[in-house]
Every structure is written in C-alpha cells, then in structure tokens.
C-alpha cells in the first residue's frame, strides 16, 4: 500500500500539468486564432478537474499513457479554418514536448546539485522524490507528445492531416472521427505500432532529452510502471 501510494504521489502532479497544458494550449492558440469557444465553456483554466477524464486519467497512471476530455474547438469560428486547425492541434503535443524538455533540465540540475547536498537535509532528502517525478513528466509528455501525433482523428495528428490533405481527401479522413479512438486503440494493442513505431521514436527522444541521466529515467519507468 505505501508503495503504491509513493507511485502516485510521484506520478499525479507531472501527469495532471502533462494534459492540463496539452488541453489549455488548444484552447488559447484556437482562441488567438479567432474562437472564444474554450474561454467561453470554462476550459482556459489551469484546474485540472474540468479537463480530466476518469478513464483517461487512470490509463495514463497504470499503463504510462491517456487521454484528457478535449478541449471544445469551433474551427467554423478560426479566420482560417483549414490553415488553422493545423496549428490548434500542433499546439498540444508542441506544449508536451516543451514541458519534456523543461523536465530534462530540471533533470541535469537535480543530477549536478547532488554532489553538492548533504544527504540528511530537506533538500538532499527531497532529491531523489524529485528526480524521480523530472524523469517521469519528461516520460509522460514525450509519451503524450507522440502519441498525438498519430494521424487518425480525433488525435492531434489527425487534425493536421486533415487540414494538409486536399479537400475530398481531408472531408474521407474527417468521417473516420467517430470511430478514430477505437481505431487507435486497435493499432496500439493489435498491431506492431507500438512496438516497431511509437516506441521507438519515444525512446529516441526521452534518450537525446535526457542525455547522461537518460538512466534515470529508465529507473524511474522501471519503479513507476514496472517496464
């Protein structure tokens, strides 16, 4: 039980910033762009209650990614809605990725300070708690970060496709929306995307973020989800 409860106290505040940014960051640049809808809705707040979804949130907690209630956007609203959607979607997993980066930083200084702090004070204590919620924020958003990139809507990816492809082609990729999620999910546990794609590029990326403490990021997966 106190381990599980020192799971989720190291996992909860990187995981709720990691898709309460993702979801702000759609409603802002879609707002910047010309729709008011998400300020109008409540959805341009940092509370993470109105953007969590309970099964997303427990899938991102136990099996390392999920998914947040979108963010509502009216791209009738956008000044230019075919050029804009593309950067509505961008805006998520580019915030992902930003935060992925800050977490690398926060990562290094943690890991250079180290030599530094006597072990039995608050900070030396705290160090490895720390360490440990940088690597895994810098995990979960380059995980959210590529994930959403996948080109099937509803993801992110799929949205910038749509808006890229011609016309006829981007209205056939639209109709799929309903049942994107389902597909996705298909392709992530059914197929070899995971292993031969996604994971790769997800390992590529946390590796070059990470650099020399890429070892203890791998530590903190390995306590946090047991990979």
Excluded: C
């Excluded at 998914?67 to 509505?88: C, E, K, T, Y």
């Excluded at 204590?125 to 590529?146: K, Q, R």
Aim: charged share 10%; hydrophobic share 55%.
């Amino acid at each position: 039980m106190e381990t599980l409860l020192a799971k989720i106290s190291i996992m909860l505040v990187p995981a709720l910033l990691a898709v309460t940014f993702h979801e702000v960051s759609h409603g802002y640049t879609a707002e910047r762009l010309g729709d008011p809808t998400a300020r109008l809705l409540g959805r341009l707040t940092l509370n993470p209650a109105r953007h969590l979804d309970p099964i997303g949130t427990l899938a991102l907690l136990f099996f390392g990614f999920g998914w947040a209630r979108p963010v509502p956007v009216n791209f009738s609203n956008l000044r230019n809605p075919r050029g804009d959607m593309i950067w509505v979607a961008l805006a998520g997993p580019i915030t992902n990725f930003t935060l992925a980066a800050i977490s690398a930083v926060v990562l290094r200084l943690l890991a250079a300070s180290a030599s530094f702090v006597d072990p039995l004070s608050l900070y030396g204590v705290m160090l490895e708690p720390l360490g440990l919620m940088a690597g895994f924020s810098l995990y979960i958003n380059v995980i959210l970060g590529v994930f959403n990139l996948v080109p099937i809507p509803p993801l992110d990816g799929g949205r910038v496709l749509t808006g890229l492809l011609p016309a006829k082609p981007a209205q056939a990729l639209a109709r799929l929306e309903p049942f994107g999620f389902i597909l996705v999910i298909f392709l992530v546990f059914f197929t070899d995307l995971w292993r031969l794609v996604l994971a790769p590029a997800i390992s590529m990326l946390v590796s070059v973020l990470a650099g020399p403490q890429v070892t203890m990021v791998e530590k903190t997966i390995q306590f946090l989800l047991g990979r």
